[in-house]
């Protein structure tokens, strides 16, 4: 029998009004995936990934289709999944441990009450000694830990992380993924992640899905099945790189402006 979804999109799609007309962005998405699975989305630029995001989030209105969280219609709704761009945008006139629980505060959560549930998980996490630091202390990995750490708390079953190591210098991004791992691994979390990085994707996920762009849409759903926990010595297994060979064939299929990062 097979587990009920947690996010589903059924038939999404969306179209811009241009000066030059209606622009095509998504065409209609189909995705379901159950609780505790980490799904990344990857394509080349302008295939709709943060379209879809924005519309699962509840920020943009599809043009068609829903969005349904645990058997309900989501569509349009904020705040039922956490979301995490790229960009940290921690708010640098509050403390570490005071942007960490700014979703609790926003949810209601009374301030002694929330700042005693987060100390103790920037100790856990990375974060000892920069609780009470302001962003510009903090280098560029630690104020992407303050961030997920705040996207987490944020207490929703799914998370949305748009590029979140795209800015950062190699041997970083190696260090945030596996401390995401650890994090998606103890707090059992629905995780959707798009990345421009090939390897990252599979190295991360359970599924990997190809879009494609003109209009977006999602070509092809790759299982990665390999067991976990994965050594980094897994991306050059067989394997491993049958998928990225099949990621790269569909990405190169009319779309050559696509870069593979890991390559």
């Not at 950062?168 to 103890?186: F, G, N, R, V």
């Amino acid at each position: 029998m097979f587990a009920p979804a947690k996010l589903r999109l059924d038939d999404v799609s969306m179209t811009f009004k241009t000066p030059g007309g209606v622009f095509p962005a998504l065409a209609p998405v189909t995705l379901a995936i159950t609780q505790g699975r980490f799904v990344s989305l990857i394509g080349p630029s302008g295939c709709g990934k943060s379209t879809l995001f924005n519309v699962i989030a509840g920020l943009l209105e599809p043009s068609g289709g829903r969005v349904v969280i645990d058997g309900v219609d989501a569509t349009g709704m904020i705040g039922r999944v956490g979301y995490m761009l790229q960009k940290d945008l921690l708010l640098p006139w509050r403390t570490v441990l005071d942007n960490v629980i700014l979703g609790m505060e926003i949810q209601g959560v009374p301030l002694p009450a929330a700042r005693d549930r987060a100390l103790p998980l920037l100790r856990r996490y990375g974060l000892a000694g920069f609780e009470h630091l302001y962003p510009s202390a903090l280098s560029g990995g630690m104020r992407q830990r303050a961030a997920l750490l705040r996207t987490l708390m944020f207490d929703t079953d799914v998370i949305l992380l748009d590029e979140p190591f795209g800015a950062l210098d190699a041997q970083t991004k190696l260090q945030m993924q596996e401390w995401l791992l650890q994090l998606w691994s103890d707090f059992s979390k629905t995780v959707v992640f798009v990345t421009h990085d090939i390897e990252e994707a599979i190295y991360l996920s359970d599924e990997v899905n190809v879009m494609a762009t003109r209009p977006g849409r999602i070509v092809e759903t790759i299982p990665v099945t390999i067991a976990r926990p994965r050594p980094r010595s897994v991306t050059l297994s067989p394997e491993f790189i049958a998928i990225k060979e099949r990621c790269l064939e569909l990405l190169t299929a009319g779309h050559h402006s696509f870069i593979d990062e890991a390559a």
